[in-house]
């Protein structure tokens, strides 16, 4: 179907997205948010992860798939190949580290819509201009890599040390450098703003309950201890009005202590869950 539209002068612009990555469960819910925005599928490809990552995308109901070996070309793509995915007009491969920040995804995007058979953005040459016939394609680390069907397949066939050269002629291919990212004036989102915000975003997404009683506990509980001290001292006689705003006092500290403690019970309660879990080989977390 895809070859048809070739032919016919028709480019199908199906995109899906691979996010490669490990430990980043901090930043794997917007990743897979912000991607679904712009593309067809997204997967997230473990690397594995020793965190909440996994368990965190699956919430979000996008597929992961579990990868162990060396991240190189090659072994990524026969790895997909392997993997049964369905056809689709480009795939977009992103390897997700410390450097890289989801405002670099549109620049990203646009890539993979350029209608490469391969782009390859190779990772740490220290070279702006570099040579194709010094990359060893099979083998070469990469920021970001697209292929169609016609790319994954000259590169599920390559020879161990062929280059860009030893590609078939009638495919499109692109081998840059990514040392040098474009540094487009942009807004950034809420969840690489900083550390904190990406916690609290987490925070949110995954309804923790430090989150959800903790914070509310804490600021009912200081409002009220800092209250009952103004309210004895204010309150010279004893009616229904100083007994009645005494009590509210009174409860909001006690609710406030009450939600920490609820917090931190279900915090415990809920480690202690995927400590069974995960000693039981338990797959489903509901």
């Known amino acids: 179907m895809i070859e048809e539209e070739r032919h016919s002068g028709f480019v199908s612009n199906e995109l899906r997205v691979i996010l490669i990555g490990r430990d980043v469960e901090l930043r794997v819910i917007s990743l897979i948010v912000r991607c679904r925005s712009v593309a067809d599928e997204v997967i997230f490809l473990d690397l594995g992860s020793n965190d909440e990552t996994v368990e965190l995308a699956s919430e979000v109901d996008c ?12 072994k990524i793509v026969n ?6 995915l ?3 007009a480009s795939t977009l491969l992103i390897h997700i580290t410390p450097s890289w920040k989801l405002r670099d995804l549109p620049l990203t995007v646009n890539r993979a819509r350029d209608n490469w058979d391969l782009h390859i953005a190779v990772k740490g040459t220290g070279k ?5 016939e010094e990359i060893v394609l099979s083998s070469v680390e990469f920021n970001h890599l697209v292929f169609t069907p016609k790319g994954m397949e000259a590169l599920s066939n390559l020879s161990p040390l062929a280059n860009a050269m030893d590609l078939p002629e009638n495919l499109r291919v692109r081998v840059v450098s990514s040392n040098s990212p474009v540094g487009l004036p942009q807004r950034e989102s809420l969840a690489t703003a900083s ?3 990406q916690l609290f975003y987490w925070m949110i997404e995954s309804k923790h309950p430090l989150f959800l009683f903790g914070i509310p506990g ?3 509980f200081v409002l009220g201890y800092k209250l ?3 309210v004895v001292d204010t309150f010279d006689e004893l009616n229904s009005t100083s007994i009645g705003v005494t009590l509210s006092v009174i409860a909001m500290t006690m609710i406030g202590l009450f939600a920490m403690m609820v917090a931190l019970i279900l915090y415990i309660m809920g480690k202690q ?3 069974i879990q995960s000693q039981y080989d338990w797959k489903n977390k509901d």
């Open 195 to 197: 550390r904190f915000a």
């Open 218 to 220: 804490i600021v009912l």
């Open 86 to 88: 369905e056809e689709i």
């Open 273 to 275: 869950a995927e400590q």
């Open 63 to 74: 597929p992961v798939l579990n990868y162990d070996d060396e991240l190189e070309t090659a």
């Open 128 to 132: 702006e201009n570099i040579n194709t």
């Open 79 to 84: 790895f997909l190949r392997n993997s049964k």
């Open 228 to 230: 009952s001290g103004n």
